[in-house]
Nanobody, 115 residues
């Protein structure tokens, strides 16, 4: 069972990035999914998630209106589209999948927003 996150990198303020997280050996369609991030010296925080049979989405106030979480069940992959990036968005971003007592973390991908 594995979650493989990728797509991070260096981007200028105001720019965009799309993070991807591919699942293997389990189906994302049956899991609640989310993105978290951890900035240097700070605790890990939730960024966005998709929960429930109606695929309700939730966002942290700090990213609401700028980030969009989505998933492609055919590709068994989840995404985080990040627009209007700010220096304070700099962090390692992690994907996570939950189902009951089961949960899996991706390995993290670094996003650096700097000019």
């Amino acid at each position: 069972v594995q979650l493989q996150a990728y797509g991070g990198g260096l981007v200028q303020p105001g720019g965009s990035l799309r993070l991807s997280c591919a699942a293997s050996r389990f189906l994302l369609d049956y899991y609640a999914i989310g993105w978290f991030r951890q900035a240097p010296g700070k605790e890990r925080e939730g960024v966005a998630c998709i929960i429930g049979s109606h695929a309700n989405t939730y966002y942290a106030d700090s990213v609401n209106g700028r980030f969009t979480i989505s998933k492609d069940n055919a590709k068994n992959t989840m995404y985080l589209q990040m627009n209007s990036l700010k220096p304070e968005d700099t962090a390692v971003y992690y994907c996570r999948a939950d189902r009951g007592i089961l949960y899996y973390w991706g390995q993290g991908t670094l996003v650096t927003v700097s000019s």
